[in-house]
């Protein structure tokens, strides 16, 4: 740059709402949103989830009311979560022809058809009496090689019910691939695939467990989901998962990981996801609540940062809420 102040007055371009619109370098719109939803099977009536104020776990009715508000608020897809009355080591609801996640999709296939896009989080952990996502060794380890099958059959079932994308989520060695093959075998070929290909351990997730009902019940995670101290290691998933098959690819959390989110935006050029966390979430709501900061302003902000940082794709409790407000 060669002008200098007085000449040079970058103030100008910020003076009104106007001129900042006009100029801004990202922008957020309802279709690059997806809704998480949660469904839990044998309510009556909705389950507000204490951690996390305002959402809820769903009846089979509840779940088709807020998806159908979401689709009109202009949202670009939901992502279904399921809680089943019955839990088992294998974690059998997961592929059950009526098991939860199936029924709610039927449902939502059927009310909304091709106007929105419907993906099934694919795991186990929501599903085991233990909490992990994958089959046990009598040693109490998550074994990777048992568990791809488990999730391969899981990944028809869903498609078979009606998910236009599966989403992977267990960080098992292998498991984009088992799943496409399981897909294609089974005549599911124009399935996609949004792997959850950079999953860190994180702490932001302990919201999600009591909306899931997924905390393990001994141990954590560690072993399979990345360790917050490394980035690197996060390219190298994300390229076995696109070789794999994968046709999307997500980091998950995303507020705390900002910079690895960049670095795989810039490393690939396929879409991109971004999960903004039930802790995220959490600490927006709780603060708020406390008279601690705007919260209007600061979940667009947030939002804006994950837009910023990279994502395509942003997966956000506050899907609905800021598609009304973004029109």
């Not at 294998?90 to 022809?97: I, K, W």
């Not at 089959?135 to 488990?150: F, M």
């Not at 998962?241 to 990981?257: F, I, N, S």
Request: one cysteine or more.
């Amino acid at each position: 740059m060669s002008a200098q102040f007085p000449v040079a007055r970058p103030r100008r371009l910020r003076r009104t709402p106007a001129l900042r619109r006009l100029t801004a370098e990202n922008r957020l719109a309802p279709a690059d949103l997806v809704l998480p939803m949660f469904v839990k099977e044998g309510l009556d009536e909705p389950q507000p989830i204490q951690s996390m104020p305002g959402v809820v776990q769903h009846t089979r009715e509840s779940l088709r009311k807020a998806a159908h508000e979401a689709v009109e608020a202009g949202v670009g897809g939901i992502i279904l979560f399921g809680v089943p009355a019955v839990k088992d080591a294998v974690g059998s609801a997961g592929d059950a022809a009526d098991g939860v996640v199936q029924v709610a999709l039927r449902d939502l296939a059927s009310d909304l058809g091709d106007s929105t896009v419907l993906i099934s989080d694919l795991c186990l952990d929501e599903f085991t009496d233990h909490g992990h996502c994958g089959i046990l060794t009598p040693s109490g380890e998550v074994d990777n090689d048992a568990t791809l099958e488990r999730y391969a059959s899981i990944a028809v079932a869903q498609a078979a019910a009606g998910a236009a994308v599966v989403a992977p989520s267990g960080m098992m060695d292998g498991q984009v691939g088992a799943i496409r093959s399981a897909l294609d075998s089974a005549g599911h070929q124009n399935v996609s695939i949004l792997g959850y290909s950079v999953k860190y351990a994180s702490a932001f997730y302990g919201p999600f467990r009591e909306a899931a009902e997924c905390a393990p019940s001994f141990g954590d995670r560690s072993s399979y989901q990345q360790d917050p101290a490394n980035a690197a290691e996060s390219l190298r998933e994300v390229f076995l998962d696109l070789d794999e098959g994968a046709d999307m690819v997500m980091v998950k959390p995303a507020g705390a990981y900002l910079d690895v989110l960049r670095q795989v935006r810039d490393a690939v050029d396929v879409p991109v996801a971004a999960y903004q966390v039930s802790g995220e979430y959490a600490m927006i709501e709780a603060a708020a609540a406390n008279g601690w900061l705007d919260r209007d302003r600061t979940v667009m902000e947030s939002l804006m940062a994950i837009r910023r940082a990279g994502a395509d794709i942003i997966l956000t409790y506050y899907a609905t809420e800021v598609a009304r407000t973004l029109g």
